[in-house]
């Protein structure tokens, strides 16, 4: 049988483990509610400003063709023969899936391209995702910190400078997003999203009570350059403060799912283990008085 002693130092161990996980449940879940409600509320300006910039784009295309003005530098489309993959994750545990189906999902990604013959290099935001791709010697190109300290449009602009200079210099073709989207506590998403060259716009279905109308024409004052200047970097930095964001809340999600989890088991160890520990006392009382019974009928005899 079982020593008492051992099972009610585990269960003390499994009731204190217990109070972590609920008490770092209640602290994801109150940080998850402004996460949500900072994501939900960027979410359709971020896509609306990407949508405005693709169209933006084609015209400024059209307008080239035409006119002869040069286009901006980081709306170059090249044949793809070095991707750049900024692969966020974050510098924590704890959170169940989250991290191990971003590195999974990015591995997968990065091995695919290499079997096309295209050259990949890689970019890591959190420590989850750095370690992961050190031990499998991945070709990590930067790896920057601090990022979650301290989550704002300044940290979204310093990475949108960082992947952005081999971009322009011609040193990748592209950039891809590799992250987690949020969709609910306890579902996430992860995704591999271009950043650059930007999706090609598709045309909307004509109205049936309309005749088909001819592409939308933009006016660009002062000039096509002087727009694109404002509106691409705008673009990037919202694009990549999106995603972040949208990890954020995924990890925090994640975390509370996977310490509710981790709370509702501890509950039922500390029932198993009491249930054990009841029968190992009963047994060693009932042994005892076996014992003082039969020292009792010896003395009789």
Known sequence: MANLKAIRTR???????????????MVAGARLNKAQQRILALRPFALKVGQMLAEVTEAAAERGRDGGEADHPLLARREEKCVLLLIITSDRGLCGAFNASINRTAERHWK??????????????????????????????????????????????????????????????????????????????????????????????????????????????????????????????????????????????????????????????????TLQYNRARQAAITTELMEIIGGANALKE
């Open 112 to 273: 695919d391209l290499v079997a096309q013959g295209k050259e990949v290099r890689i970019a890591v935001i959190g420590r989850k995702g750095r370690d992961y791709m050190a031990r499998r010697k991945a070709p990590v190109t930067h790896v920057f910190s601090q990022i979650w300290d301290k989550l704002g449009r300044e940290q979204a602009e310093i990475v949108a400078k960082t992947l952005l200079i081999p971009f322009v210099h011609g040193e990748v073709d592209s950039i891809y997003l590799v992250y987690n989207e949020f969709k609910s506590a306890i579902t996430q998403r992860v995704v591999v999203e271009p950043l650059f060259p930007l999706p090609v716009v598709e045309q909307a279905e004509p109205l049936h009570d309309m005749t088909e109308v001819g592409p939308t024409e933009f006016i660009f004052e002062p000039s096509k350059d002087a727009v694109l200047e404002q509106l691409v970097p705008r673009y990037v930095q919202l694009s990549i403060l999106r995603s972040l964001y949208e990890s954020m809340a995924s990890e925090l999600g994640a975390r509370m799912t996977a310490m509710d989890s981790a709370t509702k088991n501890a509950s039922e160890m500390i029932d198993r283990l």
């Open 11 to 25: 269960i003390a161990s499994v009731k204190s483990t217990q109070k972590i996980t609920r008490a770092m449940k």
